[in-house]
């Protein structure tokens, strides 16, 4: 038997669908032809009241009627209410159509109240305009209610998702509003937090006490969980996160407060669940006047500043009102990137103050091109940031490697010396603690080389020798979560392909931070420094990566398959741990780190190699490097590194397993 309902907005869509194929111009003139024809209704209707009896027909009407076409048409086209698109007419719609009407109401007053017409009781002045106002906003009312929620949404033919709101506030009913214009989700539901609102409804939307996901599931059958807290600290999202995890849920939050720019919140501002919302790490503020001690008023110098953190540098010295920012990167479209987005963000007021910001394409293992360049511009404060990273390609092109991590290091450091720069930080990484692998080691010797000039200048200045004072800090930390050779986008776009996630080994551990709060830290470290200070950051946890792998496929509404469930959707395999590859990462060397005055910053103290020796061994490396000799290359590294050595590597991955603390994800 057909249903009528449905034949019905069968037959509405229909017609609707003919309608809003229209030329803009023609829906146009039929709204207002609709308005006209409403207002002659609420003239006849407000005269009627007025005299107590039916009246279709007379003088005072017609005059009224005249009056009303010559005011309310000019007025509400000056007033934009025909730009309003009418299926997703809102209150925004409501207070235009209140304004316009209100401007009808004044005129209206003045020339029937006040200076009056034959045949034309006054009170029409008030009468007309307020019923014509409330007509005006049933029509809008009930044009929305067919055209979007009775004919669009019934008509969608796909399946609908099914959705649980987790956040009953503003910004949980502002993303309830906006999933109403979405035909393909249907909200069941509310969680939230606030034991008072259990079992209470929300325009007409049950809310449940977070306590009661399971029954809530078990009732409305969901399929997607939509956290709506932007005002909640990342600690509690995570905690969130991690309770959804048990069901087969596709999980998206909305971003925290501070990032939404217009302040409302719709559909469009969802993300699907990042690691930041996994590790659950709330940033710590910056110690006041830390940030501006390097950076203010002054010339500030960073290298590799097209790189994941180089950039992030950027725009951290850019905030803070540099007298000027120079860009050293040695790949074009990189610098050229970072410096428009500078300049755009600069035009639109969004920095402190306006600062020059210098460009230069510069290969900085060129002693002859960084020694001018310093000499040039004079930094007083330089961010050394350019290396090669990618672990697996240092270990296939050592040559490469070696001579711009190592040589980068060194000819930036002793110009920056030489032309008295104030600081001179360099960002390290947890590889550089007993490396396994040549990107590692020479991040190593990069640390040494600041640690051995340092001293080296301290030992000028009580031998009475001249002193340039250039204070030299090295900054050590692990992965940062976005970066160019993040696992996080990677696993992120298999599963979106379908799997399998590939992962090198399922017991590897690594450390995490987001961009933002690595170089918010560098340059903090950087102003406490006094002289060869090895600071490193507090990295919270080692996370698994196989409990990260697992965690994002559930959160993303999906099931692992493996042996336990072979039908599952996506598919977690080993592929092994790539040439000279961690099982896990450290952070010291030492075992004796010292509190600084910001909680996420260690002070270590190690040994190095003292300059002169040191030196001696740069130059033979450099000699072997220009001969291409990469047999001598690496054993002149293996002196200046002697923990470095690949084949200890299964031994340390062995020692690894037994002591992995980290906890699931």
């Not at 992030?312 to 920012?325: D, G, N, R, S, Y």
């Not at 950051?537 to 509404?557: E, F, N, Q, T």
């Not at 790539?578 to 260690?602: D, F, V, W």
Request: with cysteine.
């Amino acid at each position: 038997m057909i249903d009528p309902l449905s034949t019905i907005i069968f037959n509405l869509n229909r017609m609707t669908n003919h309608v809003l194929d229209y030329p803009r111009w023609l829906k146009r003139s039929l709204v207002i032809l609709s308005d006209a024809i409403l207002c002659i209704l609420s003239i006849l209707l407000g005269f009627s009241l007025r005299m107590g009896e039916w009246i279709l027909w007379n003088e005072g009407i017609a005059k009224l009627i005249f009056g009303a076409f010559a005011i309310w048409l000019p007025i509400f086209v000056v007033m934009n209410v025909y730009q309003t698109i009418f299926r997703y007419a809102g209150s925004g719609t409501i207070i235009t159509l209140l304004k316009a009407s209100t401007m009808v109401l004044v005129v209206f007053m003045i020339i029937f109240m006040l200076i009056g017409f034959d045949h034309v009781p006054r009170t029409m002045g008030v009468l007309f305009p307020v019923i014509f106002f409330l007509m005006l906003s049933l029509s809008r009312i009930v044009a929305r209610y067919i055209l979007y929620d009775l004919v669009g949404i019934n008509a969608f033919e796909g399946s609908k998702r099914g959705v649980l709101i987790y956040g009953a506030g503003s910004a949980g009913r502002q993303l309830a509003l906006s999933i109403r214009h979405e035909p393909s989700m249907e909200l069941l539901a509310y969680l939230d937090d606030d034991q008072s609102l259990e079992a209470e409804t929300l325009d007409g939307t049950k809310i449940f006490h977070a306590s009661n996901i399971g029954i809530c599931i078990e009732k409305y059958k969901p399929t997607d969980v939509l956290i709506a807290l932007p005002s909640a600290s990342r600690f509690r999202r995570a905690e969130i996160v991690q309770s959804l995890q048990h069901y087969d849920l596709h999980v998206q939050t909305l971003p925290q407060a501070r990032e939404i720019v217009t302040g409302k919140v719709s559909i469009g501002d969802l993300r699907e669940v990042q690691i930041e919302d996994l590790l659950g790490r709330d940033p710590v503020p910056p110690v006041e006047g830390l940030i501006d001690k390097t950076i203010a008023g002054k010339t500030v110098l960073v290298s590799g500043a097209g790189g994941s953190i180089g950039s992030e540098l950027c725009w951290q010295i850019a905030k803070a009102a540099p007298a000027k920012l120079i860009l050293a990167e040695m790949t074009e479209h990189a610098l050229y990137s970072i410096e428009v987005d500078l300049r755009s963000h600069m035009k639109k007021g969004v920095f402190a103050q306006e600062f020059d910001i210098i460009a230069l394409l510069i290969n900085l293992s060129d002693k002859r091109a960084v020694d001018n360049m310093i000499a040039h511009y004079k930094p007083d404060t330089i961010f050394h940031a350019a290396a090669y990273k990618h672990v697996p390609l240092v270990e296939e092109n050592s040559i490469a490697g070696l001579s711009n991590n190592i040589f980068s290091a060194l000819y930036t450091a002793m110009a920056a010396q030489e032309h008295s720069v104030s600081h001179y930080i360099l960002i390290s990484t947890d590889k550089a603690v007993r490396p396994t692998n040549i990107m590692g080691a020479s991040k190593r010797v990069c640390e040494q080389i600041l640690q051995a000039i340092s001293d080296n200048q301290t030992d000028n200045k009580v031998n009475g020798l001249p002193n340039m004072d250039t204070i030299f800090a090295i900054v050590r930390f692990g992965n940062v979560l976005g970066s160019s050779g993040s696992v996080v986008p990677l696993f992120q776009r298999q599963i979106n392909s379908g799997g399998p996630v590939t992962l090198t080994h399922k017991d590897i551990t690594r450390y995490f931070m987001t961009i933002k709060e690595a170089a918010l830290l560098v340059v903090q470290a950087g102003a406490m420094a006094k002289g060869g200070e090895v600071f490193v950051l507090d990295m919270g946890r080692s996370v698994r990566i196989y409990d990260m792998a697992v965690s994002m496929i559930k959160l993303s509404g999906l099931t692992v398959k493996d042996d336990a469930n072979p039908d599952g959707d996506i598919e977690i395999t080993e592929v092994g741990l790539r040439p000279a590859e961690k099982l896990y990462e450290e952070l010291l060397i030492g075992n004796s780190p010292e509190p600084t005055q910001h909680q996420r910053i260690m002070r270590a103290s190690e040994t190095f190699i003292a300059w002169d020796e040191l030196n001696q061994k740069l130059i033979e490396m450099q000699s072997a490097l220009e001969n291409y000799d990469q047999e001598t290359a690496i054993s002149i590294l293996r002196i200046l590194v002697p923990e470095y050595g690949p084949e200890s590597n299964d031994a340390i991955q062995e020692n690894s397993v037994l002591n992995l603390h980290s906890a699931a994800l």
